[in-house]
């Protein structure tokens, strides 16, 4: 049994068949990426596993706990948070601000703003806050505006806010998206080092496939919204169903 047990889900949107009959188990403490063509139904699974949208059919369980009918809220309570394709920040606070909410929704329960002056005053929360900030090597931006800086570093911060939530399971949508190669490279280090540090499992879907090499010890591929097969990396890259998933065409 895995942290994550998706089993038979099925979605439908009106006449098209998004997932059929989805079946995926991630193991604690792995980096599991989930890996197909546009329109695989890769988005729809994760936004079923964060409380987005409701499976027709079928059950996803976390440690043992249907997420089935709750709130994403109740679902990040839970122990999931989920890393979006744009970088979800708070663009007109500082980069310490950004961090200090969720130190602060951790340790109260609730995912709420406050005034950063109250904040300020809390020793827990700013402690909390700057060892995040160094952990995530951003001790130097501080005082940054969050919107003034790089994609790869508002990633970067996002991952810190998700990571000061203290998740079981981190979920990640396209992290590398948008990014400069140089930035793409920082963040494989950065997922790395927490994967090799924290106790935390984490799912990932993802287009490139440099990162996902660099990364998943378990591979799901997904090709109109069903598995198509599921394997350690070395025997992902040349198995005939990925490659004709991929290119169109059955491989010789």
Do not use: W
Not at 63 to 90: A, C, K, Y
Not at 113 to 134: G, N, P, S, T
Not at 172 to 192: F, Q, V, Y
Not at 197 to 219: K, N, P, Y
């Amino acid at each position: 049994m895995g942290i994550l047990e998706v089993k038979d889900v099925g979605k439908r949107f009106g006449g098209l068949q998004a997932l059929g009959d989805v079946n995926l188990s991630v193991k604690e403490n792995t980096v599991h990426a989930i890996i197909g063509p546009n329109g695989a139904g890769k988005s729809t699974l994760l936004n079923c596993l964060v409380g987005k949208l409701i499976p027709d059919t079928g059950s996803v369980m976390f440690d043992g706990q249907s997420v089935l009918g709750r709130t994403p809220h109740e679902i990040n309570q839970m122990g999931i948070s989920r890393v979006f394709q744009t970088p979800e920040i708070f663009g007109d606070l500082t980069v310490m601000e950004n961090m200090m909410i969720p130190c602060f929704a951790k340790r109260d329960g609730a995912f709420r703003m406050r005034a950063v002056e109250d904040m300020m005053r809390e020793k827990d929360i700013v402690e909390k806050a700057e060892a995040m900030l160094e952990d995530m090597n951003m001790a130097d931006k501080h005082h940054m505006n969050a919107a003034s800086m790089s994609r790869g570093d508002k990633r970067r911060l996002e991952i810190g806010m998700c990571l000061a939530q203290e998740p079981r399971l981190l979920l990640l949508d396209e992290p590398t998206a948008g990014m400069a190669r140089a930035d793409t490279n920082n963040t494989i280090d950065l997922l790395k080092q927490i994967s090799d540090e924290r106790d935390i499992t984490i799912a990932i879907i993802e287009h490139d496939m440099h990162v996902v090499f660099s990364l998943a010890q378990r591979i799901t591929v997904l090709a109109q919204g069903t598995p198509l097969v599921e394997d350690d990396p070395e025997n992902i890259k040349g198995h005939p169903k990925v490659r004709e998933a991929y290119l169109g065409e059955t491989a010789a």
